[in-house]
């Protein structure tokens, strides 16, 4: 059994690796399959393969023919009426939600209506929603869409794992006439309107509880946030400095629902159901107390559960339950590895999805690491030995899926799990559920029960804090390869094997691979330049064998989200880049400044130079004056203008800092920042033909106000490349300019079409690239270029 579930996940797990979807026919293959299974033994593996990666291909197809929206329509208003599926998320005067739509319109013609959709509502003040709470909007939407760059979060693989098919923002609710006007219009949907959603029962449920949380106006918010968690799994009311405690520790499970929590609730409702039972003269006769007591169990597991939304650990933990319930009533006896092997399998069959997730990985490894490194043994050890031992494997186990997932794994784990998990698990969690349900029935008990809980979060917060703030706390490396991994686990299992396993230490030399890659570094006289994909922004890096130039750090997107932290910093930590030579910042606007804040934070920065900026800069920021240059490695940086200052008067725009880089012999780069017209004439005339470059950024993200006849003519680049946004507000790249640069026969390439775009000079005179990162690292939920 055991052997054919890994299969089984073998065949999912390689479904992942596919660039396309392939054609639904294959399916045409499982009754050939099952068939074949049967007469030889062999066959049973292969075929639990192949199960598993039509399996994966049935689901996929089924999510990915769902209706999305039109690129035709985004930017477009469209009427939605549906009703809210989740629980609303609340930050910085903002709403976000998912939402289950049961029609759409675009000036009156219904449109195909995607099964879920992502939304955010802004500016609002004072404003709760609920879930099942019925809604008639006027939206903008999108196909899904995120990101693509080295090192970042897969934000389009996150929507395709949660089965949402359009994300967007309202622009306002339709008013009391306009939705009577739509009710009349629309009989069946007016007979729906308003009925709560029997899918809606279990958030409707936390929502309530969240708000009967909130009473304790007196409470530091901070720790609030950790209630939440822990209460009815919603964690964003944990602020960031939280979560990096929590990430350094090793301690971000505690403020999950996950297996342990729940296997401790499931115990008590176990105990509790007994203790009644065996006061009870007629409930026996009813039903018998194992029986009664083991079903106490699991409701109270999958009750539990339904508070996290049910998340991946909680659905293993309540299978895992479940199994240890029927089989204690069997009087049977399971191995705890076919115990998992059954959760995983349910798991799989549920939502095969699942895998996309790290939490999928971290949740089965962490149980896996547990059973496999505590059997086998010829002796048990003492109490404590064992407690403490167990956090020491599960830090080591975890490490390979921690260093590929978060490129980081915490050193302080073992100590801090050790006094943080008995803690949390005995004392935090029972006081706050105590305290969530108490307070239903009397707010006076439940808020003196909340604020004991706080103080026991607030006791244990204090020795995070502090293991957190140690020098060696984590250890950040680059992103493994994936062939990495496999040696890895296997190594992983070959050291935890029982004492008396041949050379154990052989299991530490296969792990080295993961531990010990590092991204291949370039040689002297070598120029790596990459256009991040930030949205309607630009952030470049260009990298010399031993020397790195950040050029912009992209647009911040809200009070919480900005391309610096989610983009530019994750590229640099994937390249092990831990220093920052000189940062430019071309000029004030915010796409292109948005992110210095969250730069400065997490990376070391030597020299920052800035152009034409009306805003704060840092103390130590160079004014950009031209010319000036300097060499690393046997590349040449020229910055070019604004000559001798510029004019203090001057657009921002025209004020851009202009950077070419140089390979002697080979080709150069020019990175013109938002120059407009004037900028382009002026630096044409000084510098006229030594322009000349192989590869541009266009200038001003292909405005009409950029891109002149005489600038293309001094540069006569080879290939362009434009940052832009997906169906940006403005339009970018113009049509009239695209048109300029096809004319001259120059290649165009797009961050909106390509993702981040990859181009090296090589000093022999050659080139690498372009390369798009969609195009090399393209996935099959990926919509078509």
């Known amino acids: 059994m055991r052997k054919g579930i890994f299969c089984f996940l073998i065949g999912i797990v390689v479904f992942q690796l596919m660039p396309e979807l392939p054609a639904r026919y294959w399916l ?386 073992p100590v801090a799990n050790v006094l943080a998990v008995p803690w949390v698990s005995f004392i935090c969690v029972p006081l706050v559920l105590a305290a969530t349900l108490v307070g239903q029935v009397s707010k006076g008990l439940g808020e003196i029960l909340l604020q004991l809980a706080l103080y026991s979060l607030d006791a244990i917060w204090e020795f995070l804090a502090y293991l957190a703030a140690l020098p060696w706390a984590e250890w950040v490396v680059p992103a493994p390869a994936l062939w990495t991994l496999i040696p890895a686990l296997t190594g992983m299992c070959w050291l935890l094997a029982p004492r008396g396993w041949p050379a154990r230490w052989l299991g530490g030399l296969a792990i080295l691979p993961v531990l010990l890659n590092r991204p291949a570094g370039l040689a002297p006289g070598v120029v790596n330049f990459t256009l991040l994909d930030v949205g309607q922004g630009l952030a470049a890096v260009v990298r010399t064998a031993h020397h790195t130039l950040v050029y912009d750090t992209g647009p911040r997107f809200g009070p919480d989200f900005d391309a610096g932290a989610a983009v530019l910093v994750p590229y640099l930590q994937n390249l092990d880049v831990r220093q920052v030579d000189i940062l430019i910042i071309s000029h004030g606007d915010s796409d292109h400044v948005g992110g210095v804040s969250s730069l400065l934070a997490a990376v070391a920065v030597e020299t920052v130079i800035a152009g034409a900026h009306k805003g704060a800069l840092p103390r130590s920021a160079q004014p950009c004056q031209g010319p000036r240059d300097w060499r690393w490695d046997g590349v040449v940086f020229q910055i070019l203008y604004p000559l001798g200052g510029g004019d203090d008067d001057q657009h921002e725009n025209n004020g851009s800092c202009v950077l070419k880089v140089t390979v002697p012999g080979a080709g150069s780069l020019l990175l013109p920042g938002d120059i407009e017209a004037r900028a382009e004439n002026d630096i044409a005339l000084h510098y006229g033909h030594s322009l000349r470059s192989r590869a541009l950024i266009v200038p001003h993200h292909g405005s009409t106000t950029s891109s002149s006849e005489i600038f293309l003519q001094m540069v006569e680049p080879q290939v362009a490349f434009v940052a832009t946004g997906k169906g940006n507000r403005f339009g970018f790249p113009k049509k009239i300019v695209v048109e300029r640069y096809q004319q001259r026969g120059i290649k165009l390439f797009d961050t909106a079409i390509d993702g981040a775009i990859d181009f090296q000079i090589l000093p022999e005179g050659g080139v690498n690239g372009p390369n798009s990162r969609r195009a090399r690292f393209r996935h099959y939920w990926q919509a078509p270029p």
């Open 28 to 413: 045409a293959l499982v009754p050939i399959v099952v068939l074949g299974m049967w007469p030889r033994s062999w066959f049973r593996w292969l075929g639990c393969v192949i199960l598993g990666f039509l399996w994966m291909l049935w689901r996929a197809d089924l999510v990915l023919t769902e209706p999305t929206i039109d690129e035709a329509l985004r930017g477009q208003d469209l009427v939605v009426v549906g009703w809210v599926q989740s629980l609303p998320e609340s930050s910085h005067q903002r709403l976000r939600f998912l939402f289950r739509p049961s029609a759409l319109w675009h000036q009156g013609t219904a449109l195909p209506v995607p099964p879920l959709i992502r939304l955010s509502w802004y500016n609002v003040k004072d404003m709760s929603l609920e879930p099942g709470q019925w809604l008639a909007l006027t939206v903008r939407l999108k196909p899904p869409r995120g990101f693509s760059n080295a090192g970042g979060f897969d934000y389009e693989c996150w929507l395709f794992q949660q089965h949402i098919r359009a994300t967007g923002y309202v622009r306002q609710q339709l008013g009391p006439d306009q939705l009577q006007n739509l009710l009349v219009t629309n009989p069946e949907l007016a007979a729906h309107w308003g009925a709560k959603p029997w899918s809606s029962w279990v958030d409707r449920g936390r929502a309530r509880l969240q708000e009967s949380l909130q009473l304790v106006n007196h409470a530091p918010a901070t720790n609030l946030g950790l209630v939440h968690a822990l209460a009815i799994g919603v964690r964003t009311g944990i602020d960031n400095a939280h979560w990096e405690v929590l990430r350094k520790t090793g301690t971000s499970h505690l403020v999950a629902i996950s297996g342990l929590h729940i296997g401790l609730v499931a115990g008590f409702g176990f105990f509790f159901v007994q203790w009644v039972w065996a006061r009870s003269r007629r409930l026996p006769s009813l039903v018998p107390a194992p029986k009664a007591a083991a079903l106490g169990a699991v409701v109270c597991a999958v009750v539990y559960s339904a508070l996290a939304g049910f998340a991946v650990p909680t659905q293993r933990a309540v299978v895992m339950t479940t199994v240890a319930m029927v089989l204690r009533l069997a009087q049977g006896r399971l191995l705890s590895s076919h115990v998992l092997s059954l959760a995983l399998v349910v798991v799989l069959i549920i939502d095969p999805l699942a895998v996309l997730a790290p939490g999928f990985w971290l949740s089965f490894a962490a149980v896996a690491v547990i059973i496999f490194s505590s059997s086998g043994r010829l002796r048990t050890p003492r109490w404590w030995w064992q407690w403490t031992r167990v956090h020491w494997v599960v830090a080591l186990g975890l490490t390979p899926f921690l260093l590929f997932y978060f490129q980081r794994t915490s050193l302080i784990a």
